[in-house]
Nanobody, 128 residues
Framework: QVQLVESGGGLVQAGGSLRLSCAASGRTFGNYAMGWFRQAPGKEREFVAGISRLGVNTRYADSVKGRFTISRDNAKNTVYLQMNSLKPEDTAVYYC?????????????????????WGQGTQVTVSS
């Protein structure tokens, strides 16, 4: 198991930016793809972005393409989500997740079932 701790959430006006961080501990961070998911009140958890274990590949939900950027620093055991041009519909609890198993250099999962460890979440609220 890996322990994940998110930070960087908060309240921001529409059009603003936030940078989320997720610090990992407990196993070799660089062996696992990482992802960000979010869950709004009354809605199911949805995939936001994912990055392969070496940062070679990334994937994004259509709703955030061109606005959000996922990155990782394996030396710091941290994955980031830079969120620009935020919209009220981005309001949700954002969760960091680590792949269930050691992954190839290119693999990025988009299904929650593909991930095995989750952080506690950080609230992002975008006001109109």
């Amino acid at each position: 198991q890996v322990q994940l701790v998110e930070s960087g959430g908060g309240l921001v006006q529409a059009g603003g930016s936030l940078r989320l961080s997720c610090a990992a501990s407990g196993r070799t961070f660089g062996n696992y793809a990482m992802g960000w998911f979010r869950q709004a009140p009354g809605k199911e958890r949805e995939f936001v972005a994912g990055i392969s274990r070496l940062g070679v590949n990334t994937r994004y939900a259509d709703s955030v393409k061109g606005r959000f950027t996922i990155s990782r620093d394996n030396a710091k055991n941290t994955v980031y989500l830079q969120m620009n041009s935020l919209k009220p519909e981005d309001t949700a609890v954002y969760y960091c997740a680590a792949a269930l198993r050691i992954t190839t250099a290119q693999t990025v999962g988009v299904s929650a079932d593909w991930y095995g460890s989750w952080g506690q979440g950080t609230q992002v609220t975008v006001s109109s």
